[in-house]
């Protein structure tokens, strides 16, 4: 009988190795990145890259992101220009991506980026991660490794219970550390938008840049995959709560009342948004063994890594899709 559960690797120099020869193989993995687990696959493989979305349930319509070691890499695969190379040597690498012009020879096949003529390009600061593209030695397609529309997973055990044995190895490295997917920006002519808050908050990119033009002007380009619901845990979430309702699980939020979960009793955004996916993770397990049907979440401040926590937060909450 085939086992139930993927087998789970150890960080070191044998597991890195493994894992790397499975990519090569064409087979998928879902590694630790600095944000969150990512199923891994050969972005240059047709066939390893249908499996990603086949996985997920993904829509094809919706593009991945490929991870690379170095710049040198990044910049065989999409065109560079000034902003994007500030950008690059300010936060690369780390929990950045940017959707730039592709370069269409260099070898990553189009499903990639779902036909778009820009690709979306990432160096993790993870080390596991970065020994992994090292010893692979190609771009690697990486999504979160959740089924399409549920909570980003930022542990091994997360992947093991959306996945199973979807995949075909897990490399745990333990929890990771930011908890919150990639600031995803694109630059059109010399101007940066941001298409989905992450690990780096706007402010700090702002810094470097100046105003974000998705801050004073509608945006042309939009990251197809943001679609309403997604983050979705199975119990219906509130969220601004003033957390009054008692038959629903309570995600609290600096100091307060007893609550069932706290992304921070001290109030900070950091280790919230490190702890956001888990705690959601929780919740809905706690929902499902209590016969709780909602879960209510504190009011997050809309500033920093508050507003990644706030957009996942949204879009948990969102109306759901009628199921298929
Ligand atoms: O932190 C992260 O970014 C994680 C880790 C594993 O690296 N990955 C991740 O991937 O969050 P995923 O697939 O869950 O989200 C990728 C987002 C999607 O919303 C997709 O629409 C957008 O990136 N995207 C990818 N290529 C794009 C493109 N060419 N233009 C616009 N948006 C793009
Ligand atoms: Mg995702």
Redesign the pocket.
């Known amino acids: 009988m085939p086992p139930s559960q993927p087998q789970i690797l150890n960080p070191d120099e044998d597991g890195i190795a493994y894992a790397a020869d499975l990519l090569k193989d064409g087979a998928m993995v879902a590694i630790p990145?600095e944000?969150?687990?990512?199923l891994a696959a050969d972005a240059t493989n047709a066939e390893a890259v249908a499996e990603i979305y086949k996985a997920k349930g993904r829509p094809s319509v919706?593009?991945?992101?490929v991870?690379v070691a170095d710049l040198a890499a990044a910049e065989h695969l999409a065109f560079f220009g000034p902003e994007a190379r500030d950008l690059a040597g300010a936060f690369w690498p780390g929990?950045l991506?940017l959707?730039l012009p592709k370069v269409v020879a260099a070898g990553v096949v189009p499903e990639v980026?779902a036909g778009?003529s820009?690709?979306?390009v990432?160096i993790?600061a993870h080390p596991v991660a970065h020994a992994i593209l090292r010893a692979v030695g190609r771009p690697i397609a990486?999504?979160?490794a959740n089924l399409s529309g549920q909570v980003?997973p930022t542990t091994a055990a997360h992947v093991a219970a959306g996945l199973g044995r979807k995949v075909a190895a897990i490399l745990d490295a333990g929890p990771t550390d930011v908890g919150v997917?990639?600031t995803?920006l694109?630059v059109d002519d010399g101007r940066v938008s941001v298409?989905?808050d992450?690990?780096i908050p706007r402010e700090a990119i702002a810094a470097m840049t100046g105003p974000l033009a998705s801050d004073t002007m509608p945006a042309k380009?939009?990251?197809?995959?943001?679609m309403t619901s997604h983050y979705a845990p199975n119990a219906q979430l509130d969220i601004n709560s003033p957390l009054q309702d008692t038959d629903a699980v309570q995600i609290g939020f600096g100091a307060g009342p007893e609550v069932d979960f706290s992304l921070s009793r001290d109030g900070n955004l950091v280790e919230a948004a490190a702890r956001l996916f888990a705690v959601l993770h929780a919740a809905d397990a706690l929902a499902r063994e209590t016969g709780r049907a909602r879960i209510s979440v504190a009011k997050i401040p809309e500033k920093g890594l508050g507003r990644a926590i706030n957009d996942r937060l949204r879009r948990a909450a969102a109306p759901r899709p009628d199921p298929l």
């Open positions: 990145t944000t969150v687990y990512g919706n593009p991945l992101i991870h929990p991506t959707v980026s778009l820009t690709l979306a990432r993790p990486a999504p979160s980003s997917e990639s995803i694109t298409l989905r992450g690990g380009v939009t990251a197809p995959g943001q």
